[in-house]
């Protein structure tokens, strides 16, 4: 089993529609969590910070983990043609000097 | 922008050459590190930096060495390129503050005929 599990998608939704995106992952150690967001033939930026457990809202974008369940989520609301990208969820122990453990990504299309 | 560059930014190479990528950063941030991209695979650590002269291995790293004379420069050498290190590669560093988290370059893209 990986350490992070990611549905790959594709994943395509119509303008306005609420997306939601997941991660699952094995490893209780892990308590800082993330998604990146990447443009084709672009490198991956950072969309959401969330330590622990809890939500986190940052404009159209709310992070959630739920570290009793082992799962973390990215809901994106009211989706524009612009979020189509793919969407990772990555994962550390520690701070952020340690190394990542990445989702595979899932990949979104927003249709208008 | 988190003032990272990658360079070439595409290569093409034949399997048994030697292959150098450079990550230059601006802002003298210590941890350095480097993943390579594949279809079905994700993102995946090669190698990283947590200083000058400084390096452990990740999860990928058999066929990839790396060295860090200067904190802004991190480079990744293939010492004999094979077809299965055909990949996108990414730069990260790791940037200490709000977020406590790492940025990324924009990638090389090698092709290893």
């Known amino acids: 089993q990986k350490e992070v599990e990611q549905d790959p998608g594709p994943l395509s939704v119509p303008e306005g529609a609420i997306v939601s995106l997941n991660c699952t992952y094995s490893?209780?150690?892990?308590?800082?969590f993330m998604w990146y967001r990447q443009y084709s033939r672009k490198g991956p930026e950072l969309l959401m910070y969330?330590?622990?457990?809890g939500n986190k809202e940052d404009g159209r974008f709310t992070a959630q983990v739920d570290k009793s369940s082992k799962y973390i989520s990215l809901f994106i609301r009211d989706s524009q043609p612009s979020d189509s990208a793919t969407y990772l969820c990555?994962?550390?122990?520690?701070?952020?000097?340690?190394?990542?453990?990445f989702g595979k990504g899932t990949r979104l299309s927003v249709i208008a | 922008d988190a003032g990272i560059t990658q360079s070439p930014r595409h290569k093409v190479t034949e399997t048994g050459t030697p292959v150098t990528l450079r990550c230059h950063q601006t802002?003298?941030?210590?941890?350095m590190y480097w993943y390579r991209q594949d279809p079905g695979h994700g993102l995946r650590l090669i190698h990283y930096?947590?200083?000058?002269?400084?390096?452990d291995k990740g999860e990928v790293s058999d066929g990839y060495s790396v060295s860090r004379s200067k904190t802004e420069d991190f480079l990744l050498t293939l010492e004999s390129a094979t077809s299965s290190q055909t990949s996108v590669y990414f730069c990260?560093?790791?940037?200490?503050?709000?977020?406590?988290?790492?940025?990324f370059g924009p990638g090389t893209r090698l092709t290893v005929l």
């Open positions: 930096s947590y200083g000058v002269k400084d390096t």
């Open positions: 990260a560093i790791s940037v200490q503050g709000a977020t406590d988290t790492q940025y």
């Open positions: 802002e003298n941030h210590r941890y």
């Open positions: 990555a994962m550390s122990a520690n701070s952020g000097n340690t190394p990542l453990v």
């Open positions: 969330t330590y622990s457990s």
């Open positions: 490893n209780s150690a892990f308590q800082y």
